[in-house]
């Protein structure tokens, strides 16, 4: 089998050059031709929404605010996943939406079930409020600084560092 693609390609090596070239250019094309992007964002469409109440227990923001926005949540169209945190004080409800939602309709779709939600959550225990347009690619890089032996400790104090840093 591979001696006979061998001899057909030494009998033919015309056709074989032209072949190369055809591919080489076609390959040369794709190059400026293909979008590259440095971080492709592969994360779904995501709206957050964060629900503040001091002083209430985990377990009390769980029952009174997180549970009532995640089920709200749960009937929305193209709905992939939904996530949440309840903290001291604090809910946090992550809606992913599939990849092909566009990101203002999703927010208004949460926006328009967030009237609803309002209502069943208790007065004076908090408003649910939209977060920031976010994406999966929030931290791309983390970086420290740092002196670099003990003899800069007494020359460079931790202002020069924040100073540095902004």
Known sequence: ??????EASL?????????????????WRAIFS???DAFPDVTPAQVNIYTESPGLAAEDVEQLLTFPIESGMAGLPKVQE??????FGL??????????MDIYFARRLVMERLQEVGDR????YGTP???????????????????????LN?????????????
């Open 1 to 6: 089998m591979l001696n006979s693609v061998v």
């Open 11 to 27: 009998r033919y090596k015309f056709l074989v050059l032209i072949a190369f070239g055809v591919i080489a250019f076609l390959g």
């Open 34 to 36: 293909v979008p590259i």
């Open 82 to 87: 939904i996530r949440s945190v309840s903290l």
């Open 91 to 100: 809910s946090y409800v992550a809606v992913y939406f599939d990849d092909d």
């Open 121 to 124: 959550i208790p007065e004076g």
């Open 129 to 151: 409020e939209m977060g920031p347009n976010t994406s999966g690619l929030g931290q791309v890089f983390w970086y420290t600084l740092e002196r670099a032996d003990e003899e």
């Open 154 to 166: 007494a020359a460079i104090t931790d202002m020069d560092l924040r100073t540095l840093q902004d």
